[in-house]
């Protein structure tokens, strides 16, 4: 960055552009305040049920030493998807030049932020020793890399985390200077957060598809499915902030990313229940050992059938989205409800397929055959909100930071 | 963008003469987020209150001095008085060179008595309340090796007529994905083939127990409790000291036993004679004189885990 006249150096220049950008995200109307607040009662209510988990132990959670992982692994996997999901407004506008996305590609970039975020927290819940953090830092503790697949994991989650971090940080502190954002600082690593992106979830995925104890997750259509299914949740979460941003803000412009993104998921929705009825054809065709797990989740095991109504209502969700997502009229302006409502449906299907549905049946039966069920406890529900409820006050306040660069595209 | 060129000692913000009382207000609500969120995790001081520094600071087994060691196994020794009332010695048993570990159970002897699985309950001082054990014996209907028909939870007199027994614990696995999975290298095979753990490294990510496809690995939900009288004081720091919470554990074929010359514990709770351990490496024994003239199997084989734990009939 030869351009800078060194008037002021970034070290003093850029703590001010936090600063006066936090000052600013925390500037709003009564309606703000009121959503703050309430994300931050709901956050201190889950900060409060982990200190008691991590205080007499993981005992008042619902997982056993059959089911080992549960709801926070879940949606841990579930926000891997919907942080790489925000790479499909980076595609659209980078590699294929649509202008019109290029001046709101941020909101992607802060989802996936905001969603890294919550997936970090995820994992330290679920750790039986939090305060053992530090033996996973590369350094100072001791990191299996590169046999662990979870090593893997700590590395791209972060990784993708400091690059989208950089590029909002950079294209916002350069408005901040009044400056045009030079693309040498940004371009490349757009390009790389696309590859980075995929590599999340695919990573994400292997953690489960390399255990070859446990054959419902053992099938190398996993990694696609991950990815079908995040084309769909995050394209579905970012349409709905703009339709909520038209209503509540000055920015413009936001038609044709929307409609852009709808698009998308009409294709990625129908490929992602593709995938699931191929995966099912083999499952249930062949039949065998391997089909347990399977008919646990859509038709229950031996009378237990915990999970059944979650997966027929993931399954009604996403066929019932498919169908709005098929409807041409679902872009015309008068019916923007139903495309809230569609992405809806969507986002809440993949959540459950992508999280109760994929991490508990890969448990049930168990490796010795023996089926013990598993119903998230109050505490982990609790733990769980507070940890949405954080993702979505970052996830806000990133917004809001942006917003004085979205009211004004770029030249 | 026209406020960012200014020199930047002005302040460029829109409501200027607001601007302290807004600051005061907004640091007024941060200042009452921040207590609420003190509040909120007031639990912690609980815990923390169980943790020592030095625990928090202890580096990993493999890592430790002679001296470290040592200081660490006296501070171990220390909390087990402290905390259960009991006086244990907790040494730190090495692979004795030349010794590689197997086992083997003789299913057609096997009658599903269930005295092992006892047996290693309180050897390896687990919690009395959730009746952990290491091993668990899966009843078979005669005629299949597929355990979908088995169950663990049979009752009644034993053995029934129809039926056989599947004792199932750890394997040591020589290929065990247990130990490849484990993202801070918290539990590792020795030299004699045993698989272990560090419970003062594990960090609690149960992905071992995931990884494992013969259900051999027990995580800690809560601290073990155990009476001071029942408190097996012959330990060792790899093996059945008793646990933290939330870490995982698994059988170690009683280290602290067989290192010592002893059988595991199960193998001498036995009525029946089913269970044979011994050093293949050692051509006299009579492990290995069963795996050369019986016709032995392992379980899972096309799994790849190459378990150092063998079935065999009769
Ligand atoms: S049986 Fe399980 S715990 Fe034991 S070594 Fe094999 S994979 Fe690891
Ligand atoms: S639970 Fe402990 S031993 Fe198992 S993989 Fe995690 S850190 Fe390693």
Redesign the pocket.
């Known amino acids: 960055m030869s351009s800078i006249p060194v008037k002021e150096s970034h070290l003093t220049r850029y703590p001010k552009f936090l600063g006066r950008s936090l000052w600013l995200a925390t500037e709003g109307s009564f309606g703000f305040y009121a959503w703050m607040t309430m994300l931050t009662a709901l956050f201190l209510v889950g900060a409060n049920a982990w200190a008691h988990q991590v205080a007499g132990g993981m005992i008042s959670t619902n997982m056993t030493d059959h089911v080992s992982w549960g709801l926070y692994i879940a949606n841990f996997t579930f926000m891997v998807g919907l942080a790489a999901g925000g790479v499909m407004m980076v595609i659209p506008a980078y590699l294929y030049h649509d202008r019109k996305m290029h001046d709101v590609v941020i909101i992607g970039e802060l989802l996936a932020i905001a969603a890294i975020v919550m997936c970090l927290f995820f994992v330290l819940a679920d750790l039986?020793r939090p305060d053992r953090f530090w033996h996973l830092i590369p350094g100072i503790g001791k990191f299996n890399f590169p046999i662990s697949m979870l090593t893997w994991d700590v590395i791209v989650l972060n990784g993708y985390l400091v690059l989208n971090l950089h590029i909002c940080g950079y294209l916002l502190y350069m408005r901040f200077l009044g400056r045009k954002p030079n693309p040498v600082w940004y371009v490349p690593f757009v390009m790389l957060s696309i590859v980075w992106a995929i590599s999340i979830h695919t990573v994400t995925a292997f953690l489960y598809c390399g255990l070859g104890g446990r054959p419902f997750w053992n099938s190398a259509l996993l990694a696609p499915r991950f990815l079908a299914s995040a084309f769909v949740s995050g394209p579905a979460f970012i349409i709905v902030a703009m339709l909520l941003m038209k209503r509540l803000t000055k920015v413009r412009g936001l038609d044709a990313p929307i409609s852009t993104l709808t698009g998308i998921i009409r294709v990625t929705i129908l490929i992602n229940l593709l995938m699931v009825a191929s995966e099912l054809f083999t499952e249930f065709y062949t039949g065998g050992a391997h089909v347990s797990a399977a008919k646990y989740l859509f038709f229950g095991l031996h009378g237990h059938t915990a999970l059944v109504p979650w997966t027929w209502t993931a399954i009604g969700l996403n066929v019932v989205a498919a169908l709005l997502f098929l409807w041409p009229g679902i872009l015309a302006t008068r019916h923007r409800w139903m495309l809230a409502a569609a992405c809806a449906m969507a986002f809440v299907g993949t959540w459950i397929e992508k999280g109760m549905g994929l991490i508990i049946p890969g448990f049930i039966p168990s490796t010795l055959h023996e089926i013990v069920e598993y119903a998230p406890s109050q505490l982990e529900w609790k733990v769980t909100v507070g940890i949405w409820a954080l993702g979505l006050m970052v996830f806000t306040v990133a917004l809001k930071t942006a917003l004085p660069s979205l009211n004004q595209p770029a030249e | 963008m026209t406020h960012t060129e200014d020199p930047p000692r002005q302040p460029s913000l829109p409501i200027v003469e607001n601007l302290s009382r807004r600051a005061a207000v907004k640091g007024g609500f941060a200042t009452l987020g921040a207590a609420a969120f003190v509040a909120a995790i007031s639990p912690l001081r609980h815990a923390a209150k169980n943790s020592s520094a030095a625990e928090f600071m202890q580096q990993h087994y493999k890592e430790l001095s002679p001296e470290g060691k040592a200081a660490v196994i006296a501070r171990l020794e220390s909390e087990a008085k402290e905390n259960y009332g009991a006086e244990v010695t907790i040494a730190d048993d090495r692979p004795i060179p030349g010794t590689k570990f197997v086992y083997a159970i003789n299913l057609s002897v096997c009658n599903g008595n269930g005295k092992c699985v006892e047996a290693c309950h309180k050897e390896n001082n687990h919690d009395r309340s959730t009746n952990q054990s290491y091993i668990r014996v899966i009843e078979m209907p005669k005629g299949t090796m597929d355990m979908e028909q088995g169950t663990t939870t049979y009752t009644g007199a034993v053995p029934k007529d129809d039926k056989f027994y599947l004792p199932v614990q750890c394997q040591q696995c020589d290929e065990p994905p247990?130990v490849d999975?484990?993202?801070?290298k918290?539990?590792w095979k020795e030299e004699d083939g045993i698989v272990v753990?560090d419970y003062n490294w594990?960090?609690?990510?149960?992905?071992?127990?995931a990884a494992c496809p013969y259900h051999a690995?027990r995580f800690n939900w809560k601290q073990p409790e155990v009476p001071a009288e029942q408190v097996n004081p012959d330990q060792s720091y790899l093996s059945n000291r008793i646990r933290p919470a939330g870490?995982?554990e698994k059988c170690t074929y009683c280290l602290h036993r067989t290192r010592r010359g002893k059988l595991p514990a199960c193998l001498e709770a036995c009525p029946t004679g089913a269970r044979v351990f011994g050093n293949i490496l050692d051509p006299q024994s009579s492990i290995r004189w069963i795996l050369e003239n019986k016709r032995v199997y392992i379980l899972k084989e096309e799994l790849g885990t190459k378990p150092a734990f063998f079935y065999y009939f009769d």
């Not at chain 2, 999975?181 to 801070?184: H, I, L, N, Q, R």
């Not at chain 2, 960090?203 to 071992?208: H, K, N, T």
């Open positions: 039986g | 247990c999975v484990c993202p801070v918290a539990t753990v594990c960090i609690g990510c149960r992905y071992c127990e690995r870490v995982v």
